[in-house]
């Protein structure tokens, strides 16, 4: 019998898994654990410290409900979600709208609304103009393209929060000219939820878990990669220090005001394109399904 020692055992390991018949399954858990092991001796981690590790984990799997997903949220804070995000908007050529995080409240089933009405059925907060344009990276404008849109009311919190009947969120489909045009409040940003491991974790690290005001969209038509993104308020204090890092600086907009080109001038308006990508060059793209809201 070989004796193993800190170095020897991840040979071994990898040797034991090395009958596994899905070769994408084999290569991401070899990487998984040789990454593991250096991270162990790297840090010369304690047995207990491991033991307090896997509390942890266990501690945000029990968190989990049909209506919150911590294991989603800590790869939010961990900035694993975007890096994935990064990597998959650099596959395939042309400049396209860059990824964004899901983020906490999306759920299926968005109603359907007309262009130019408003995203919630009780607008009680301020009103801005939401509008722009779905094209290819050619610059062509894509006809009936569908942008879902959500967001937090006036009091920055989401319909799901509050348990009550869908509100301030919506799915459009675009005009011919790959327009789209509606009215809604003026969004806030809020605290990622700090009742659970994952807030645990934020308050150890001494930061703050807040995210900049924003607007959530799904934007897809035939033919094309669906994106998930999202739309942020320059003037917003946290727009540098996003807590789960969803913004990157092509997505940051300020509000005009007034705003003559957009379809209601009497409102400030906020204006975001969206350029799509040919689906036949990102077979790994498009639209993230989840079955619940992710926390």
Known sequence: ????????????ALDQMS???????????????????????????????LLAGLNFLTDIGQKCTPHRQEFILLSEVLGLETVVNIMNDLRGSGRVTRTSILGPFHVNGAPPVELGQPLGSHLKGPEIALYGRVADTSGKGIPTATVEIWQTD???????????????????????????YLRTVYPLGYSIPMDGPVGDLIRAQGRHGMRPAHIHFI???????TVTTAVYLRNDRYIDSDTVFGVTESLVRDIQKPDPTSPFPDLPGLKFDFTLRASVENTQGGHRKRVMPAH
């Open 1 to 12: 019998m070989r004796e193993l020692d800190q170095h020897t055992i991840t040979d071994v």
């Open 219 to 225: 934007v897809g038509a035939p033919g094309y990669s």
């Open 19 to 49: 009958a596994t018949r899905n070769q994408r399954f084999k290569e991401l858990m070899d990487a998984l654990v040789r990454h593991l092991h250096d991270f162990a001796r790297e840090v010369d981690l304690k047995p207990g410290e």
């Open 154 to 180: 006036e009091e920055g919190l989401y319909d799901v929060q509050r348990q009550e009947e869908l509100d301030l969120r919506g799915c459009f489909r675009a005009n011919q000219e790959g327009r789209y």
